[in-house]
Structures are given as C-alpha cells and as structure tokens.
C-alpha cells in the first residue's frame, strides 16, 4: 500500500514525514519513502506501509488531502495494489 503526498515543502526529511504521518494513524508503519521533485515547485513523496489495512490508507488520505503542513496545503492519494 502507497500514499501519495503532494505539494510537500522543499527539502522535507523522510524522518518529518514519517513523524507527521505517524501522528494520524499509528497503526501503519512506513518501510520506504521516494521523493518525487517533479518541476521543483510542488515536491512530492510517495510513501509505502506495512501492517494496517488499506481502510486506514483511504482514511488516512482523506485525513491529511488539503491539511496545511509547512506552510503548504497537501494533496494526497492512495495507490493501493
């Protein structure tokens, strides 16, 4: 299961975004994260969990898409497979 996380402040660290994820649902667990730079000025990540279901993700998603963050309203979807 992915989460997509767009519009994400330059030069966030993997550590932030686990934190920041972590907060709201606490039961998944994130293995790897990718940074997606695109044209630099909308940063990107796409972070993959274990453990949890892909109810929590949906949730999760939902919780966090237009959350300002940094200073930054996020985008978020899911990519579950």
């Known amino acids: 299961m992915r989460l997509w996380i767009g519009n994400i402040a330059p030069g966030t660290s993997d550590d932030d975004l686990k934190a920041f994820v972590k907060k709201y649902q606490h039961e998944l667990e994130c293995e790897k994260i990718e940074h997606v730079e ?3 000025t909308h940063p990107a990540a796409i972070l993959s969990f274990t ?3 892909p109810l929590m993700l949906t949730n999760l998603a939902l919780r966090l898409n237009g959350m300002y963050w940094n200073g930054r309203p996020l985008r978020c979807n899911t990519m579950i497979r």
Do not use: E
Request: neutral net charge.
């Open 38 to 40: 695109g044209s630099g």
């Open 51 to 53: 453990g949890g279901t």
